[in-house]
């Protein structure tokens, strides 16, 4: 270390903490992480640790091509590799953007030394004329610009106005999901997920991650000892608690794999089961991610969960949820938080099967039409993005507001990667006659900020011979979330022989490609690669 200007004395015997910073210019979420790096060295050295910072790769929602979570497992695999292979006896993870969080769990358990998390924080809230702007509006407002109800000049202010700061989507989206994941997992500080992206708030805590990341060093406490299997169900129920992304059950899926405890549909849907959604916030609510923060956020949640929520698991402090909770105080219920007791409406999240989905399809309840949870309708199909871009708006198709939009060969490995392409947008004549909502079923992925009755994940995927890939257009669609059915209504010899005339798409031929189209897994998985699992045996 003397190469970089350090003196012996100031490495000394300390426990030496890594700062893995996915800091990068092509991710705005993650764009403010230097001076949160600043922020833990600060912490780190207060508590008697040396810090050395170090960079991993960058996913950024917006700008990765085909799909961020196609190169979700790369960055897990640049994460354990830089733990595992360098002098360090802890980790600080800088992410953000909705794949770095999980690629760093999935990282850092597989390395499994000492590590905590830090995230980016969501932005600030944007403002168009007199209109507060949220990541959310931008799927509603491209509906009006699309519908020619939004003039072009108009959408170019919208577009100037929606981001207003570094930070990420400042809804309940993936990227903040994955961070309130983080603290319920026991790998982030209670009470950070929400602090703002350039608040001097977010700072201190980076700091005190800092601090205590030297702490967890020096008990030697590893992400194996604190992600249990009953951390990961704490943490599933916290999403669905919170009107959360359906993204997250895909990367807790993940994570489950590697625990050793994968969850299989049946599983999901117990854990699920009886979860109230406790938070209003957008965009399955009304408030904001500050409304929430400013009454107690994530630990909040919890401890509404009550007995939904293990509390004998570790938190980010090192001490269990008994101790960051008092269950029996009184609920700080003000708008985005609601006892569970007086809550109307369960889960946020739902799982559904059958046969359009053997292995599963997940809902975002929370973001759905209720009349829509239990639906009938005729399938109008589309093979792939660009057919869909070709003919959603074309005056000539035949759909109706009953119709049931299904989008294929967007899966983990038709995507590649999955891409979040799920929210199907409604067709244009729909749009321009007050349609809103509609039945919608891919195998593919949507943003955590988008709303609306979509059914994702369907598994196993089209590409893969699932039964995704036999509808045809007009055949009957029944959706019953409620029963937990997803069904395709025709007769099992017609699918046999539709079966029979299937192709198969051509492997890859090389790199990173090939790599993912061999070995990743399905969506019920949580696609991760076949090899990284706990016990894997290739």
Not at 49 to 70: A, K, Q, V
Request: one cysteine or more.
């Amino acid at each position: 270390m003397t190469a970089e200007g350090f003196s012996p004395e100031a490495v000394g015997q300390r426990p030496v903490i890594g700062i893995a910073n996915s800091w990068s210019e092509l991710t705005p979420c993650n764009a403010g992480l230097r001076e949160l790096a600043a922020a833990v060295k600060r912490g780190v050295i207060a508590a008697g640790g040396f810090p050395l910072e170090f960079p991993t790769i960058s996913l950024s929602e917006p700008y990765i091509r085909p799909s961020s979570l196609y190169l979700r497992n790369l960055m897990a695999m640049d994460v354990e590799e830089m733990i595992t292979s360098s002098p360090i006896d802890g980790v600080v993870m800088l992410g953000g953007c909705d794949k770095t969080v999980p690629a760093q769990l999935m990282g850092a358990y597989s390395a499994d030394r000492p590590s905590l998390t830090i995230a980016a924080g969501p932005r600030a809230l944007g403002r168009w004329g007199d209109r507060e702007l949220t990541t959310d509006d931008i799927w509603s407002l491209s509906d009006d610009h699309r519908a020619g109800l939004l003039s072009d000049e108009d959408w170019s202010c919208v577009e100037t106005c929606l981001n207003d700061s570094v930070g990420t989507c400042n809804v309940m989206g993936t990227a903040t999901t994955m961070a309130i994941v983080a603290e319920a997992l026991g790998m982030a500080l209670p009470g950070s997920a929400l602090l703002p992206a350039t608040s001097a708030r977010r700072r201190a805590a980076a700091e005190k991650t800092g601090r205590q990341i030297v702490e967890r060093a020096r008990a030697g406490l590893t992400p194996s000892q604190v992600v249990t299997r009953e951390a990961i169900w704490n943490a599933i129920r916290v999403t669905a608690a919170c009107g959360g992304s359906t993204n997250a059950l895909l990367h807790l899926a993940a994570l489950a794999g590697r625990v050793g405890e994968p969850l299989d549909t049946g599983e999901l849907r117990e854990c699920l089961r009886g979860v109230p959604l406790i938070t209003d916030v957008r965009p399955a609510g009304d408030y904001h991610l500050s409304d929430l923060d400013a009454v107690g956020g994530a630990p909040a949640v919890i401890a509404e969960l009550g007995d939904l929520f293990d509390t004998t698991q570790l938190a980010g402090t090192d001490r269990p949820w008994s101790e960051i909770i008092v269950r029996r105080a009184p609920v700080r219920t003000s708008g985005a938080i609601r006892s569970s007791v007086s809550s109307a409406r369960t889960a946020g999240l739902a799982v559904v099967a059958g046969t359009l989905a053997p292995d599963g399809a997940v809902v975002k309840c929370a973001g759905a039409d209720e009349r829509l949870l239990s639906h009938c309708g005729p399938a109008v199909v589309f093979d792939g993005v660009e057919d869909l871009h070709d003919r959603i708006d074309d005056p000539n198709l035949e759909v109706t507001a009953d119709s049931v939009l299904v989008l294929r060969g967007v899966g983990p490995v038709g995507g590649p990667g999955m891409p979040e392409v799920g929210a199907i947008p409604i067709p244009k004549t729909l749009v321009q006659s007050g349609v809103r909502d509609m039945v919608r079923i891919s195998d593919a992925r949507m943003s955590g900020t988008s709303s609306g009755t979509m059914i994702l994940h369907a598994c196993p995927e089209a590409a893969v011979g699932g039964p995704l890939a036999l509808v045809r257009d007009g055949d009957a669609v029944e959706l019953d979330v409620h029963a937990g059915r997803l069904d395709l209504l025709v007769d099992e010899h017609e699918l046999e022989a539709r079966r029979a005339r299937l192709s198969q798409a051509k492997a890859p031929s090389r790199g990173f490609e090939r790599l993912h189209h061999e070995h990743v897994l399905q969506a019920s998985e949580g696609c991760d690669f076949d090899f990284l699992r706990s016990g894997a045996r290739v």
